[in-house]
């Protein structure tokens, strides 16, 4: 069965509005949602005609010109004979005539088209009868081909711009009354369409009370227990109950429970509802409705159709104290923990097979036991003896971090687990099921309809079990894990929204085929719709989680969330603890690299100082000399006097030599002077 969807697009103005403008408006709509490489457009002139209507429709035929057009002319409103297999653009006079349109084509007369749009043109229309029309076309359509109905109103404003605008149910101003959002504007003057904002998927209702109402026959709902025979009140148990809880919780609001005394058949239980006063928003939740005479359903036929398989599957067994060790980390995470450990264990291991030159740079000289050191950080024990050099102070430090982050992850998790249970998880696929030997259990006439010639399901040892049973074995065993079981369970999903002086007439049938699944919202008459599609806002809450695709049937799991449990971390969780710790590193590598800097800088200048001071040495040397050299004696005397006082030390008996050496006394001082000088000045020539 193919899905379909439709868009109609309401085009409102005031009737004193220019027709160029209305023209404008309506063909820039049109090629916004109706691109020119699609299907042809249907135009059709509906009721009563006038010339200003004649007018628009000209304006906007010579601005379409490369959609491919049929024009339909009807001035006879009862005169319908042919289907809609088209997008068309539909050009009505009043409103009347709008609400017979929608009665006689778009309700009676509309082929499934996978891409079927309509703008409607209405000269009088304004948001009320366009919200009743809206309404009743969302509940009008018997064709289960019709998944999803969607509808805009064009309202071309005063600021030179045209908005798109759709009404939005459980505001924060309120919890009754629809309001209406812009969710985007075509700019006149750029001819350009701008987005505002996305619809609001109504995933709070701000805490607004809504009543549960049980059907007629609730005393043999399989879904409800029977009232409290001392204070006259109900007592909901089983999936309903859990399903509009869980709900309440996600979509925040809050609920009661109401007895719906109106008649035993299900035409007056349509008559009632569809006329009910109420102060505050009802809801029917309604599922599989059960009776004396045998098995019928209420079915509330809505655009919003699609049936989905749902698997309700016992919890999974309990973890024991030692398997949960290993749970406060996922696979990842571990893998990381591994990976770090067996790095530093092997650069340990290559470090000790190398020179101690080598290994004292990385560890330091007292560190004699590395390996020991590395446990002891992880544990937080301490250090057998700490390195005394600042590489292997650094790497300490940012090994260190890291253990803190780990540890103090894992114990503040393990804590929070060993005081919970955890359960293993559930089946997620078909195949899951099989491998864990579970128990299939199914209806028969969703057997006969649905499993029934898929291939993939002969394999499994499906049970059958009524609807009566299911409740009472997911009332008793739910939350028991030992048992390993699924219920097969069809479900249609359906939303409605209905307005002021509509009458909901449901379909009595004598065979169930699905179970059926439905909200519907009062308010002095009003059907307010959830959510666009509640199978996947559910979907999107995590109420239900898409499981399996096979042969285009496409898998549920109900899932049913105790008390939130401990988290088990992965390196996303831990993220924010390791960018502290690589932060920390950074600034340890930069503090030990400037280090490193400031020495050779430091180094460097040094050693500058030290040849300004042998240049300064030299200078003031040679200044010496050529004062002394200039006031004794020039310098090859001093060089002659050096020779002769040598001599005269080497044969100090001679007379001669003994007088000159007392007489050179007092140049002594000037020879040491020169020699000096002359071997700083050989050191440098051979520098």
């Known amino acids: 069965m193919k899905i379909f969807k439709i868009l109609i697009v309401f085009i409102l103005f005031q009737i004193s509005s220019a027709t160029e403008s ?21 135009i ?32 006879d409103t009862n005169q319908w004979n042919h289907q809609l297999k ?5 050009l009505i006079k009043s409103v009347e005539n709008l609400k017979i349109f929608n009665r006689k084509a778009l309700l009676d007369n509309l082929t499934p088209n996978p891409d079927l749009k309509f703008f409607i043109y209405c000269e009088s229309a304004t948001y009320t009868s366009i919200q009743t029309v809206a309404a009743q076309i969302f509940l009008g359509h018997s064709s289960a081909h019709i998944s999803e109905f969607e509808y805009f109103i064009i309202n071309d404003n005063k600021y030179n711009q045209i908005a798109v605008q759709t009404f939005q149910y459980f505001s924060k101003k309120n919890c009754n009354h629809p309001k209406i959002i812009n969710v985007g504007y075509f700019d006149k003057i750029k001819q350009k369409w701008i987005k505002l904002s996305k619809i609001d998927k109504y995933k709070n209702l701000f805490n607004c009370e809504l009543t549960i109402g049980i059907p007629p026959n609730y005393e043999n709902s399989i879904f409800y227990k029977r009232l409290d025979p001392l204070n006259n009140k109900i007592i909901p148990m089983g999936i309903q109950e859990d399903l509009i809880k869980i709900l309440s919780q996600i979509n925040n609001f809050r609920y009661s429970y109401k007895k719906l005394n109106i008649g035993q058949t299900p035409n007056d239980f ?17 599922l599989k409705s059960m009776d004396h005479m045998g098995r019928f359903e209420i079915q509330i036929t809505s655009v919003f159709f699609s049936t989905k398989t749902v ?13 949960k060790l290993l749970l406060p980390f996922d696979f990842d995470t571990w893998m990381l923990l591994i990976f770090t450990f067996t790095s530093a264990l092997s650069i340990i291991f290559i470090m000790n097979r190398l020179t101690k030159t080598i290994q004292q740079i990385v560890f330091g000289k007292k560190v004699q036991t590395p390996s020991l050191n590395v446990i002891g950080t992880f544990f937080g024990i301490g250090q057998l003896r700490e390195p005394d050099n600042n590489f292997g102070r650094l ?33 997620q696929t078909f195949e899951n099921l099989w491998e864990n030997n579970f128990d299939v259990y199914y209806d028969v006439e969703m057997y006969n309809h649905t499993i029934t010639g898929i291939d993939g399901w002969k394999k499994f040892n499906l049970k059958y079990m009524s609807f009566y049973d299911m409740q009472s074995f997911y009332e008793n065993n739910h939350d028991n894990s030992k048992i390993k079981a699924a219920l097969l369970v069809p479900i249609d999903w359906k939303t409605f929204i209905q307005v002021k002086g509509l009458t909901l007439w449901p379909t009595l049938k004598q065979e169930v085929k699905t179970l059926q699944v439905g909200f519907v919202f009062f308010r002095n008459n009003y059907f307010m719709y959830l959510v666009e599609n509640v199978l996947q806002r559910l979907i999107d809450a995590g109420i239900l989680q898409h499981s399996y695709t096979y042969h285009e049937e496409i898998l549920y ?15 996303y969780d831990l993220s ?42 030299d200078e003031e040397d040679f200044s010496n000399c050529i004062s002394l050299s200039t006031s004794e004696s020039s310098i090859s005397s001093i060089d002659s006097d050096l020779r002769k006082f040598k001599f005269a030390k080497i044969h100090p008996i001679m007379d001669e030599n003994q007088s000159y050496l007392t007489n050179l006394e007092n140049i002594k001082p000037k020879i040491e002077l020169i020699e000096n000088f002359k071997v700083k000045k050989m050191k440098k020539s051979s520098n």
């Open 22 to 42: 209305i023209s404008t408006a309506i063909s820039d709509v049109i090629l916004k949602f109706h691109p020119k490489y699609s299907r042809k457009l249907e």
């Open 44 to 75: 059709i002139l509906y009721g009563e005609n006038s010339q200003h209507l004649k007018d628009i429709l000209d304006e906007v035929q010579r601005k379409l010109k490369k959609i491919p057009k049929i024009l339909r002319n009807i001035e």
């Open 86 to 90: 088209d997008s068309s653009l539909i």
């Open 270 to 286: 349509a008559k009632i509802v569809a006329h009910m006063e109420t102060d505050e928003p009802f809801v029917i939740f309604s």
């Open 311 to 323: 698997f309700l599957i016992t919890p999974g067994e309990l973890y024991t104290p030692y398997e």
């Open 395 to 427: 790497l300490l430090i940012n090994f260190l971090l890291f253990c803190l982050v780990i540890r103090n992850a894992y114990q503040g998790v393990m804590f929070e687990m060993m005081t919970k249970e955890m359960r293993r998880p559930e089946a």
């Open 557 to 571: 799991k109900f899932i049913f969330p105790d008390e939130p449990g401990p988290k088990i971390l992965s390196l």
């Open 576 to 617: 924010h603890g390791f960018i502290v710790w690589l932060v920390t590193c950074g600034v340890a590598v930069i503090v030990f690299f400037g280090e490193i800097l400031v020495f050779l800088v430091c180094k460097k200048r040094m050693i500058q100082e030290e040849k300004v001071e042998e240049k300064n040495d």
